[in-house]
C-alpha cells in the first residue's frame, strides 16, 4: 500500500508529457471539439514517464488500454503503473499490470492527464501501445438541439438519427476490440522476435563450444602419440 501511494505521488511529477489538444482558454471550452479517440506506442524509458493530456468533455465516456509489447536492456518486469487523472487533479483511476482497461465518465470539461510511469524498471525501458479517448452518446445534445431549434424533425428521422447514433457506438466498440487484438499480435510479434534471435545465438555458441572442444581434443590426443626423435628407440 506503501509503494502504491508512493507511486501514485511520483505520477504527479512527470518526465515528459504532450497534449493531444491546443491549450483553450475557458470561455472557448465549451465550443471545442478534437479528435476523441487516438491509438498509438510509446516508448518509456528506464525508471522513466511519460504523460498524455486528452480534451474531453463533460458526460462523456473515458476510455483507456494499454499493453506492455516489448521490454529493452536489462529489464524483465513488464507491470507499467498508469494513472488518469480529473483536470482537478483528482486520481481517476490507476493500474499496475503489463495489460489494462480504464472506463469512467467524464465529470468535468477540461484536459484529462494519462501517465504511464515506468517506475519497475531501473535499467532498461518497455515499450508500450496505447488506445484511449472519449465516446459521446449524444442524447445530451440531441436534448439541446432539440430545444434550440430540431422540433422541425419529424418521428421518423428522429428514429433514423436514434439508430445510426447506436450502429457509430457499435462499431466503435468493434473497433476497440480490433485495437486490443492487435496489441496482442504486435506482443507476440515481438516475443517471437525475441525467441527467434535467443535460438540464434544460442546455436552459434553452441557450434563454437563443439568446435572448440574437437580441435582441443585433437591436440591432446596429438600429444599422447607424440615420440621425440632424440632419444634412443629399442
Known amino acids: 500500500m506503501l509503494l502504491h501511494t508512493l507511486l501514485i505521488v511520483l505520477s504527479s511529477r512527470c518526465v515528459s508529457s504532450r497534449k493531444s489538444e491546443p491549450v483553450l482558454e475557458e470561455a472557448a471550452a465549451g465550443l471545442f471539439r478534437g ?16 504523460c498524455f493530456w486528452h480534451f474531453a468533455h463533460q458526460s462523456g465516456s473515458f476510455y483507456l488500454t494499454y499493453m506492455v509489447q516489448w521490454v529493452t536492456g536489462m529489464a524483465n518486469d513488464h507491470r507499467l503503473f498508469v494513472t488518469v487523472n480529473s483536470p482537478q487533479g483528482v ?56 430545444e434550440e431549434g430540431v422540433k422541425v424533425l ?25 485495437n486490443f487484438a492487435r496489441m496482442r499480435k504486435g506482443k507476440d ?20 563450444v563443439i568446435v572448440l572442444s574437437g580441435y582441443l581434443q585433437l591436440l591432446v590426443l596429438k600429444r599422447l602419440f607424440h615420440t ?7
Not at 36 to 48: L, M, N, R, T
Not at 154 to 178: C, D, P
Not at 195 to 205: C, D, R
Request: aromatic share 14%.
Open 154 to 178: 419529424n418521428s421518423t428521422l428522429a428514429g433514423i438519427e436514434e439508430s445510426v447514433q447506436k450502429l457509430q457506438n457499435q462499431i466503435f466498440h468493434m473497433w476497440r476490440h480490433y
Open 35 to 50: 479528435s476523441d479517440k487516438y491509438d498509438f506506442a510509446v516508448e518509456v524509458p528506464a525508471a522513466g514517464m511519460e
Open 91 to 146: 486520481l481517476m483511476a490507476s493500474k499496475d499490470q503489463a495489460v489494462g482497461q480504464v472506463d469512467f465518465e467524464t465529470e468535468v470539461t477540461g484536459f484529462y492527464r494519462i501517465c504511464l510511469g515506468n517506475h519497475h524498471n531501473k535499467f532498461g525501458g518497455v515499450r508500450v501501445f496505447v488506445n484511449f479517448g472519449v465516446i459521446y452518446d449524444g442524447a445530451e445534445e440531441s436534448r439541446r438541439e432539440t
Open 189 to 208: 510479434h515481438y516475443l517471437l522476435l525475441s525467441n527467434f534471435n535467443y535460438v540464434t545465438w544460442w546455436s552459434v555458441t553452441q557450434s563454437l
Open 228 to 234: 621425440d626423435s632424440s632419444r634412443p628407440q629399442c
